[in-house]
């Protein structure tokens, strides 16, 4: 076996592969000194994300231990039914209009039963929610102040009552809310069949971003999304997406020659109101084809497109290391 190498595959590509698909390792190592064999080393081992760990049936008591020790850690602060049981956990906050407007921090805890905010010191459940209460829930873009949109929560609740919440990671929040729902409805809701034929993936696939620091630019891997309602691009650091366009907010776009690691030498330049964003892909013309049918509206009179490059997407990573050279 000769070694081969890919000069476009970084750290992040190897930790992906490790964390989602994993590697078995299987050898015997002997070392020698003078031809003489010294030491020998057998070994079996198996290296993989916690999650595909689990999903292939390794580690499952260690699993079941930890959700054990998080639900009695969680109880002597957030008061739990008896069957209730912790499905999702991160760093979250209401809006309270009433008054007076302010954002209240705290954790967003989803369970079995129920949505909640709730601060841990002081104790405070800022706001809850039973599931079968809620009627819909939706992602919520607004500008930040200093002009970032972000992607806020809109609960809606069978009295018609509306609550407004923030989450580290609102989209899948929302996806796992909205897979709450749909198992209690028995999948026959319509509105779960609305939301993905808005939303519906066309096109997803590696895609580098071109930053500009103060030291210089610096090409960074990550992964680029299409939607109807928007392009997203995200590296495996970020928390939220670093780049994110509706078709409304896309004015111009064109393809020039440009140095950057992909195989092809072109990028592609998408003009907004108030930015120029620098992409590269391998595949820049696909994308730029679908790019301009898009921001012309030409992709709504299909009714099915059918989804390209499909990958699995991140989910909670560790921190991975920065990519790409300064150009």
């Known amino acids: 076996m000769q070694p081969t190498r890919d000069p476009r595959a970084t750290l992040p590509d190897l930790i992906e592969v490790l964390l989602n698909k994993g590697v078995h390792l299987n050898l015997d190592l002997i070392i020698s000194v003078s031809d003489i064999p010294l030491i020998g080393i057998n070994l079996r081992a198996t290296i993989a994300g916690i999650e595909t ?24 602060h957030l008061p739990l039914a008896a069957d209730e049981e ?16 302010t954002w209240r921090p705290g954790s967003a805890y989803l369970t079995t039963q129920r949505l909640i905010i709730h601060r841990r010191d002081p104790a405070e459940t800022l706001w809850q929610t039973r599931l079968d209460a ?13 002009g970032e949109e972000r992607t806020r929560i809109l609960v809606g609740l069978n009295d018609g009552t509306e609550a407004i919440l923030s989450a580290l990671e609102p989209d899948r929040l929302i996806s796992l809310v909205q897979a709450r729902l749909d198992r209690a409805d028995g999948g026959s809701s319509s509105a779960p069949e609305a939301t993905t034929a808005v939303d519906r993936p066309l096109r997803e696939g590696r895609m580098w ?15 680029a999304q299409l939607s109807n309602t928007e392009l997203t691009w995200r590296s495996p650091m970020d928390g939220r997406a670093r780049v994110r366009i509706s078709p409304e907010q896309l004015k111009a776009m064109h393809r020039e020659e440009h140095s950057n690691p992909t195989d092809d030498g072109q990028a592609l330049i998408l003009e907004t109101g108030d930015s120029t964003i620098t992409l590269a892909t391998d595949d820049a013309g696909a994308w730029s084809r679908m790019l301009d049918d898009w921001r012309t509206g030409a992709l709504d009179d299909r009714a099915h497109v059918p989804l390209e490059e499909p990958t699995r997407p991140d989910s909670n990573r560790a921190e991975r290391a920065e990519e790409g050279a300064a150009s």
């Not at 809620?134 to 200093?146: C, F, H, K, Y």
């Not at 971003?209 to 992964?223: A, K, N, P, V």
Request: hydrophobic share 35%; glycine share 10%.
């Open 209 to 223: 971003f071109l930053e500009t620091l103060s030291s210089g630019s610096t090409w960074r891997g990550g992964q």
């Open 134 to 146: 809620i009627a819909s829930v939706s992602a919520l873009r607004e500008p930040s102040i200093g």
């Open 53 to 76: 760990m689990i999903e292939y049936g390794m580690m499952q008591q260690w699993d079941r231990d930890t959700r054990e020790w998080v639900q009695r850690a969680v109880r002597t």
């Open 86 to 101: 912790i499905l999702a956990k991160m760093a979250g906050g209401h809006y309270q209009d009433n008054f007076y407007r």
